[in-house]
C-alpha cells in the first residue's frame, strides 16, 4: 500500500474529539466505559473518545472482507511505513533493518530488558512515571532505581548522574525514557536528550527509549527521536501507532536498534517479537501512512481541550495546579496544597464527583497527591467533569 502523497482537502473538517456523544460513548464495550458504574465519568485509562480515522477503518474492513485473521508475515511492511511516518514528520531516517515488530510496546520493553540485562541488575526510571516501567523490571527480578523529574516536569541530569553513579559501586544497566513523558506530557528537548546521551555514554549505561506518544506532540513543541541523537548508537526505541490514532486494541508495535544494537535484537526469540496481530499491522501501516490528515485533526482538537482544562482548572479546582502538557492527552494534576485531596486525590473525585481519574500513587514516589486526567473526550464531557469536580470541592 503506497503512502498517500495527495494535498490536504480545504475547508473545514469535524473535530474528531466532538463526533461521539455520551450516549454513544456508554455504549462502547471497552474498559474505559465498562468499568465504572453509568454515572461516572471516566477520564483515567489512555483511550480517546473518538472514531477510527477513515483509512484504518477501510484497511481492516479490506483484510476482514478477505478473510486475513491468519498470522502476520511482512517483516518490514510496518518498519517502512514507521520509516515514511518519521521522515515526514521528525525528519528521521528509520533503518527498517534495526527493527523488529512486536505485539506491543510494553512487550517489546520487556524482551529488551531479558536481552540486554543480567539477574542483579538495576533498571532507572523517571518519577513520576508510567506504572508498567517500574513493574516488568522488576517482576525479571531487576532493581529499579527512581531518578525524580525537577518540580516543572523536565529531566533533572544531577539526579539522574546520581542514579547512574549507582550504590556500592554497582552502576544501572539501562535507563528507560519515556519520550514525550507519561504522565506529565513533558516533551523532551533535543539538549536535554544529548545531555542524556552523554551521560548514558559516560557510565555505560544503555538507553531504551519508549516514544509511544512521539506522534501526539501538540503545537508548540517538536518531538524528537532519542535515536537521531549522536550519541546513542547503542540504545533502543519502540513505536507504536496505537495511542495517536486509538487502535491500543489491535496490537502492534516495533523496536529500533541503534546502529551498534542490532545484534541484541536478534538475540530475541523470534517467536516472542513477530506474535502480533495481522489486523493490528494493517491498522498502524495504513495509519502511518494515510492518516496524517486526521491526526492533525486530533492535534488541533487536542490543543483545543488543553486549553479548555486549563481554565476550567483555573475557575473551577482552586489550589490544583496543573502544567500544561507539551504532548499527549495526559494532565497530571497536582492537589498536593488542597488539604480534602491529601493522599488520595483520585479516590476523593470517583466518590464525591462521580469522576474516574488515575490515581498518582500507580507512577512510583513523585505520584501521591497527584491524579492523571485523560482530556481526549468531547469537550462537553471534560467541562461536565471539571465542574463535578469543583463541586465536590465546594465547602
Request: hydrophobic share 40%; proline share 8%; aromatic share 8%.
Amino acid at each position: 500500500m503506497s503512502p498517500d502523497t495527495t494535498a490536504r482537502s480545504r475547508g473545514p473538517r469535524p473535530n474528531p474529539l466532538g463526533v461521539l456523544s455520551i450516549a454513544d460513548l456508554r455504549r462502547r464495550s471497552s474498559i474505559k466505559w465498562q468499568r465504572y458504574p453509568p454515572d461516572v465519568l471516566p477520564l483515567w485509562v489512555a483511550e480517546m473518545d473518538v472514531l477510527p480515522a477513515p483509512p484504518v477503518t477501510d484497511a481492516v474492513r479490506h483484510v476482514m472482507a478477505r478473510g486475513e485473521t491468519g498470522y502476520s508475515y511482512s517483516v518490514l511492511e510496518y518498519p517502512e511505513a514507521l520509516g515514511y511516518f518519521a521522515a515526514r514528520r521528525w525528519d528521521w531516517e528509520v533503518d527498517p533493518e534495526r527493527c523488529r515488530t512486536a505485539s506491543g510496546v510494553l512487550l517489546g520493553y520487556y524482551e529488551l530488558l531479558k536481552a540486554i540485562t543480567r539477574p542483579g541488575d538495576s533498571v532507572v526510571v523517571n518519577t513520576p512515571g508510567y506504572g508498567p516501567l517500574f513493574e516488568l523490571p522488576r517482576h525479571l527480578g531487576l532493581t529499579v532505581v527512581e531518578a525524580p523529574l525537577t518540580a516543572d516536569h523536565r529531566i533533572d541530569l544531577a539526579a539522574l548522574r546520581g542514579a547512574f553513579e549507582g550504590h556500592g559501586g554497582v552502576r544501572p544497566s539501562v535507563y528507560v525514557l519515556c519520550s514525550p513523558h507519561n504522565p506529565t506530557g513533558t516533551v523532551h528537548r533535543a539538549d536535554e536528550l544529548s545531555a542524556v546521551a552523554d551521560l548514558a555514554g559516560a557510565y555505560g549505561v544503555r538507553v531504551i527509549s519508549d516514544e509511544i506518544l512521539a506522534p501526539l506532540v501538540l503545537p508548540g513543541a517538536r518531538h524528537v527521536p532519542y535515536l537521531s541523537i549522536a550519541g546513542t548508537e547503542d540504545a533502543f526505541a519502540l513505536y507504536s501507532a496505537s495511542k495517536a490514532w486509538n487502535l491500543s486494541g489491535l496490537k502492534a508495535a516495533v523496536t529500533v536498534a541503534g546502529s551498534e544494537s542490532a545484534g541484541d535484537l536478534r538475540r530475541i526469540p523470534p517467536d516472542m517479537l513477530y506474535g502480533l496481530s495481522h489486523v493490528g499491522v494493517k491498522a498502524d501501516v495504513a495509519a502511518l501512512l494515510h492518516a496524517g490528515e486526521w491526526l492533525d485533526d486530533l492535534l488541533a482538537a487536542l490543543d483545543g481541550n488543553r486549553r479548555l482544562l486549563t481554565g476550567l482548572v483555573e475557575r473551577h479546582l482552586p489550589g490544583v495546579r496543573l502544567q500544561a502538557p507539551e504532548g499527549a492527552y495526559l494532565a497530571w494534576l497536582d492537589c498536593r496544597d488542597v488539604p480534602r485531596l491529601e493522599g488520595d486525590p483520585a479516590g476523593f473525585f470517583l466518590e464525591h464527583a462521580r469522576v474516574a481519574l488515575s490515581p498518582g500513587d500507580e507512577f512510583g514516589t513523585g505520584g501521591p497527591g497527584h491524579a492523571r486526567l485523560n482530556f481526549a473526550t468531547n469537550p462537553e464531557i471534560l467541562t461536565e467533569a471539571v465542574h463535578r469536580m469543583g463541586a465536590a470541592l465546594d465547602p
